[in-house]
Each structure stands twice: as structure tokens, then as C-alpha cells.
């Protein structure tokens, strides 16, 4: 950015940066985990009030990821794996980014509340908060249990989705809601323990660096154990058929073997490679169950219920 930019407080974003600011990666998971909360529910929900439904979820969490950018920039210009990013990178001012997810948040809560539910509205009210403010400005720098509290955000969008249809929630959204939950703390720490200079840097408390990389393999492990049960909990309660049953173990299984190789790591592996591996495979874990779990969702509504 120019000196005279600068002065001015002029943003020189282009369309692209302000997509960034929305954190797309997220945004997508975000908008399938919702839309399997929405099509897993027992209401049939008219598709033009669905498709709004989603909208609003994915603008949401795209408000959510500008705010987080707008207030984290001081912390992400230091890291290596955000120092690009629109606001520490100076092609979008931090007024700008705040006034943009504003806006976004505002205009997602009022959508969904008008066309579809209030209670749904609520409930992504909530999350933007929970996310914006209490994870972002308060947990995030003032705790290692960041990820495990704040976790909750990305927890909420099934339950949202499953909210948008019913006007409520049940066993099934909250059983979608923990498997994120517990699903996030593993797979961020397990990227915490390869990104310990970047997070030290920065002054972000994160497990490995405030309770030491032994301690970290440990609540990997522990929360794994925990994970992978109610990973399989949708089957076994009745609300996912076989095919999920048996997908879920096979996943959950190898997850357990990744965690366990992780917590076997000796303390100053400089390559890290068991909590490179758990990383990479709790995407593709969670995406899985997810995939399984809405394609289920859609067999029934076909007319194959628990075929899947």
C-alpha cells in the first residue's frame, strides 16, 4: 500500500480480497455441515426458504471470518500462514474489513430471521458473536483452552441448519453439533504442534506452547477417544443407517492410530510428521462423515430411508 493510501485510509481492495476476508475455506464447510443439518431434519423445507436458509448461513460465516481478520490483523501479519491475508497485508484497511463484516452479520441475521425463522436467526446471531467476540477477542489470546471453547463455533452451523427447518433443536442436531466440537480440538492441535514458532511469535497461548508438546499429545489422544464414539453415536442412535455405521468405525479407527502415533512422537521431532498426517486426515474425517451423513439424508428423501 502507498504512503498516500496509507494517510488516507483508503482501501485498495480489489473483489477478490474482500471474497478472502470471508475465509472461503471455512465458509464451505460451514455451508455443508449446515446443509446436512438442514436436509437431515424431518421437515421438508420448500427450496427457495432453503436455498435463503444456506445463504444466510454462508454469509454469516463469512461475517464471522471478516471481523475475526479485521481483529486478529496485528497477530496475523507475524504468522507465516496468515501474513498474507487482505488486512495485514495492507489491501484492505481494518475499517473497511470491520464495516464489511458488520454489515455481512447484520444482513444474515435479518435474512434468515425474515424468510425462514427467528429461532434459526438467533441461533447464527449467536454463532457470529461466539466466534467474533468471544473466541476471537477473549479466548483466543487469553487462554490455551481456545480451541476447545471456542470450538464451539464451528460446531453450531448443522445445528442452525437443522434450526432453519424445524424451529428447534433435538438429539439429532446436538449429536452433529459434538462430533465438530470435539472433532476440533485434535485436528488443531495437531497443526498447533508444527506452527509452535509462528503461534509463540504471536503471542497466541496455544496448548504446545504454554503446557509443552508432551501435554498436547496427550489431550490429542484423550479427545480422539472421545471423538471417535460419538463420531459413530449417529448410527447407533437410530439416525444414520449402515453404511455410515461401518464408515464411521473405519475412519474413527484410523484416526485413533494417527493419535496414538502422535502421542508416541518424541518431544523436538523436527519433522512432526504423525501430527502432519492426524492433521490432514481429520479433514478428510470429518468431511467423510459429513458426506455419508447427507447422502443418507437425501436417500431418505428419495424415498431409501436407512439405506445409508
Not at 509462528?198 to 496448548?207: I, K, S
Request: proline letters at 6%; aromatic letters at 12%.
Amino acid at each position: 500500500m502507498s504512503a498516500f493510501a496509507t494517510e488516507r485510509n483508503i482501501s485498495l481492495a480489489e473483489p477478490g480480497d474482500f471474497f478472502a476476508l470471508l475465509k472461503p475455506r471455512v465458509m464451505s464447510l460451514v455451508v455443508f455441515t449446515a446443509i446436512t443439518g438442514l436436509l437431515m431434519s424431518p421437515v421438508t423445507v420448500n427450496p427457495a426458504l432453503g436455498f435463503i436458509a444456506i445463504l444466510s448461513i454462508a454469509l454469516g460465516a463469512g461475517a464471522a471470518g471478516a471481523l475475526n481478520m479485521w481483529y486478529d490483523a496485528d497477530i496475523d501479519a507475524v504468522m507465516s500462514r496468515t501474513a498474507k491475508r487482505p488486512v495485514p497485508a495492507g489491501r484492505v484497511t481494518p475499517e473497511a474489513a470491520l464495516a464489511f463484516g458488520t454489515a455481512m452479520a447484520c444482513l444474515s441475521v435479518m435474512l434468515l430471521g425474515l424468510a425462514v425463522n427467528w429461532f434459526a436467526a438467533g441461533l447464527l446471531a449467536f454463532t457470529i458473536f461466539f466466534y467474533a467476540v468471544i473466541y476471537t477477542m477473549w479466548l483466543k489470546r487469553w487462554t490455551p483452552q481456545n480451541i476447545v471453547i471456542g470450538g464451539a463455533a464451528g460446531a453450531f452451523p448443522p445445528m442452525v441448519g437443522w434450526a432453519a427447518a424445524t424451529g428447534g433443536v433435538s438429539v439429532e442436531s446436538v449429536t452433529l453439533f459434538l462430533i465438530i466440537f470435539l472433532w476440533t480440538p485434535p485436528h488443531f492441535w495437531a497443526l498447533a504442534m508444527f506452527k509452535m514458532r509462528d503461534y509463540g511469535a504471536a503471542g497466541v497461548p496455544m496448548l504446545p506452547n504454554v503446557a509443552g508438546e508432551a501435554a498436547t499429545r496427550f489431550q490429542i489422544l484423550l479427545y480422539s477417544l472421545i471423538l471417535v464414539p460419538v463420531g459413530v453415536a449417529p448410527s447407533l442412535l437410530g439416525f444414520a443407517g449402515p453404511i455410515y455405521g461401518a464408515v464411521s468405525v473405519l475412519l474413527g479407527a484410523n484416526f485413533l492410530r494417527l493419535a496414538w502415533k502422535t502421542y508416541r512422537m518424541a518431544d523436538g521431532d523436527p519433522k512432526m510428521l504423525p501430527a502432519r498426517k492426524l492433521f490432514g486426515f481429520s479433514i478428510l474425517y470429518l468431511f467423510a462423515l459429513f458426506a455419508v451423513l447427507l447422502a443418507g439424508a437425501v436417500a431418505t428423501r428419495l424415498g431409501f430411508p436407512g439405506v445409508v
